[in-house]
T-cell receptor, first 109, second 114 residues
Framework: KQEVTQIPAALSVPEGENLVLNCSFTDSAIYNLQWFRQDPGKGLTSLLLIQSSQREQTSGRLNASLDKSSGRSTLYIAASQPGDSATYLCALAGQNFVFGPGTRLSVLP | DTGVSQDPRHKITKRGQNVTFRCDPI?????LYWYRQTLGQGPEFLTY????????KSRLLSDRFSAERPKGSFSTLEIQRTEQGDSAMYLCAVALGASTYEQYFGPGTRLTVT
């Protein structure tokens, strides 16, 4: 059974800092890993998708990496802004779709 | 705009009542998923359709829950005899293609059972 954890559970940083969010999983038999952001009371917005054969994906200030052998993915956010404040979730598509619990990010002006 | 709408956005009901939620993808997506999310947790998989066929159901989907996708387009999720533990956000997601598994989510329906 796939288990997904995300560290830290919450993070507060001043504006402009670079930061890394972590996602760990137990079963490397996955099709892809997808990172989402969720604003309070809203649905999920897709940020990046990494196919199982890929190592990383980039979109603007975001960079996500995938290391299946170690069961880890990281989401790197450069030059953080207050508008980045949200919960960030990773999800793995394998036999089922399994989400981590999320990292709640606050970027302070 | 993810191309997925959900209705209603909020629903308050009394324990024991039945409720039905609807998910409408704007364009044709052959795969459609339902998830449940409680406060502070990630979404939990409930069920999955490929076109009109319901291919997988989670153990979370008790016999009080039923989902349909009659024409392979919109989908409904019904909860019978609601319980307070059913209070959650119910999310619908769609995916294109046969191999990408990239999901796009609707805004969700927040259910409160009093």
């Amino acid at each position: 059974k796939q288990e997904v954890t995300q560290i830290p559970a919450a993070l507060s940083v001043p504006e402009g800092e670079n930061l890394v969010l972590n996602c760990s999983f137990t079963d490397s038999a996955i099709y892809n890993l997808q990172w989402f952001r969720q604003d309070p009371g809203k649905g999920l917005t897709s940020l990046l998708l990494i196919q199982s054969s890929q190592r990383e994906q980039t979109s603007g200030r975001l960079n996500a990496s995938l290391d299946k052998s170690s069961g880890r993915s990281t989401l790197y956010i450069a030059a953080s802004q207050p508008g980045d404040s949200a919960t960030y979730l990773c999800a793995l598509a394998g036999q089922n779709f399994v989400f981590g619990p999320g990292t709640r990010l606050s970027v302070l002006p | 705009d993810t191309g997925v709408s959900q209705d209603p956005r909020h629903k308050i009901t009394k324990r024991g009542q039945n409720v039905t939620f609807r998910c409408d993808p704007i364009s044709e997506h052959n795969r459609l998923y339902w998830y449940r999310q409680t406060l502070g947790q990630g979404p939990e998989f409930l069920t999955y359709f490929q076109n009109e066929a319901q291919l997988e159901k989670s153990r979370l989907l008790s016999d009080r829950f039923s989902a349909e996708r009659p024409k392979g387009s919109f989908s409904t999720l019904e909860i019978q005899r609601t319980e307070q533990g059913d209070s959650a956000m119910y999310l619908c997601a769609v995916a294109l293609g046969a191999s990408t598994y990239e999901q796009y989510f609707g805004p969700g329906t927040r259910l409160t059972v009093t």
